[in-house]
């Protein structure tokens, strides 16, 4: 769940098979962020290289007073330590309420968190997509995240579907390890 700044490692994790451009995604029009706060699981997520190795992961959404959302993401990393980031996020205009930019202070980061469909009691897909012009790669940040540690292969199938009638690479979805 953690944004981190680009590195050329990434780069050589990236399927280079599929479109170079970013597709062009549709975030869910009518969004309840009041709904959508407290905790999730991640119960699948695209090959993300800050990502490796880790399970166990959650997010803990919170209302901040000023109407942006506390992000608290907590995992247990490949070294079997337990790690945790805090950040903010926040809409990034009105018109489009499921549409938010991250950040973390420690270490600096920031990045797209668009929620393309959610039903707040069970799943949601999270996607971000970004392209590294030079390289002419793009890089695609894909979360399945579960009101529980599991997700039934429904809707894991649902939404890969809705992935891949979007344009986006569904190869590269693993399930993440909740067995903490
Ligand atoms: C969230 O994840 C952390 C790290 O894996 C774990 O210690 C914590 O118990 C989890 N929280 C819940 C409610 O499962
Ligand atoms: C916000 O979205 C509206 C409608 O799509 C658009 O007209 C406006 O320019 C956007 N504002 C900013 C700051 O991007």
Request: net charge negative; glycine share 4%.
């Amino acid at each position: 769940m953690q944004i981190f700044a680009l590195t050329f490692v990434v780069l050589s994790l990236v399927s280079t098979s599929f479109a170079k451009e970013c597709p062009k995604i549709v975030t869910q029009k009518v969004f309840d962020v009041t709904k959508y706060v407290g905790l999730w699981y991640e119960a699948y997520r695209s090959d993300i290289i800050f990502e490796v190795g880790s399970r166990c992961v959650n997010a803990t959404y919170s209302p901040n007073p000023d109407g942006s959302v506390a992000v608290w993401n907590q995992a247990v990393n490949l070294l079997d330590e337990y790690t945790s980031i805090r950040g903010t996020a926040r809409v990034k205009n009105a018109s489009e309420p499921a549409a938010f930019v991250v950040t973390f202070d420690n270490p600096i980061q920031k990045g797209d968190y668009n929620v393309l469909t959610t039903n707040y009691d069970d799943y949601a897909l999270v996607y971000a997509c970004r392209t590294v012009p030079i390289l002419d790669v793009k890089l695609e940040f894909i979360w399945f995240l579960s009101r529980k540690k599991t997700m039934s292969p429904g809707t894991v199938n649902e939404l890969k579907k809705i992935l891949s009638d979007m344009g986006a690479d569904v190869n590269s979805i693993t399930q993440t390890e909740q067995n903490c």
